[in-house]
């Protein structure tokens, strides 16, 4: 199970943060990578970043310079962090496992709403 | 980069059979992946590499992938596989998660 929390609502110009808890398996195991995606109201599925156990990291090209993904094998955590988010980033930020090289988001959390507003 | 392209819509009776499609430069030669999403949960995978299903998913979907387009068959369509299908690949050249537009199927 993959589970989102951190706060749901951000002020502009500020940082994004959230943390995906991982339970039933090790975040260690060699055949996942582990992924955000997020979703605008009413919007597709946009692709942010994902991560290896190694710390080996994978971003969008368009969010790289305000992004970083972190893994914590000893928690079964790992955490996004966006700096400077505007109003166009409010959406459903979802956590998921990805599995091999064709990168399989087989297994996803429920989601968590973020709003950025003042 | 690499673009996957979507119709925003197919509608079918139940009972028939939905077809949809996800377009790419040459997306033959990639791994296409297929998600669905229903109103208010989560995606949750429905194809892997262009035909394979989860054990969980029935037969009645299935997926096919050649030349510039990858294909989701939902056969003997019901109500409830009414919701919103994503494509999706890793593009190896700019180490990118890519995904399509997605498409709403309804149910008429």
């Known amino acids: 199970q993959l589970h989102e929390s951190g706060p749901g609502l951000v002020k502009p110009s500020e940082t994004l943060s959230l943390t995906c808890s991982v339970s039933?398996?090790?975040?260690?195991?060699?055949?996942?990578?582990w992924g955000w995606v997020r979703q605008p109201p009413g919007k597709g599925l946009q692709w942010i970043g994902s991560v290896y156990y190694t710390g080996k990291t994978f971003y969008d090209p368009s969010l790289k310079s305000r992004l970083t993904i972190s893994i914590d094998t000893s928690e079964n955590e790992f955490s996004l962090k966006l700096t400077s988010v505007t109003a166009a980033e409010t959406a459903v930020y979802y956590c998921?496992?990805?599995?091999?090289?064709?990168?399989?988001?087989?297994?996803w959390g429920q989601g968590t709403q973020v709003s950025v507003s003042p | 980069s690499y673009v996957l392209t979507q119709a925003p819509s197919v509608s079918v009776a139940p009972g028939t059979t939905a077809t949809i499609t996800c377009g790419g430069d040459?997306?033959?030669?990639?791994?296409v992946h297929w998600l669905q999403q229903k109103p208010g949960q989560a995606p949750m995978l429905v194809i892997y590499?262009?035909?394979d299903r989860p054990s969980r998913v029935p037969e009645r979907i299935s997926g096919s992938n050649s030349g510039n387009t990858a294909t989701l068959t939902i056969s003997r369509v019901e109500a409830g596989d009414e919701a919103d299908y994503y494509c999706?690949?890793?593009?190896?050249?700019?180490?990118?998660?890519?995904f399509g537009g997605g498409t709403k199927l309804t149910v008429l």
């Open positions: 998921a496992r990805v599995w091999g090289t064709y990168r399989i988001f087989d297994y």
């Open positions: 590499s262009d035909s």
């Open positions: 039933g398996g090790s975040i260690g195991d060699t055949s996942y990578y």
């Open positions: 999706q690949v890793w593009d190896s050249s700019s180490d990118s998660v890519i």
């Open positions: 040459n997306i033959g030669s990639k791994s």
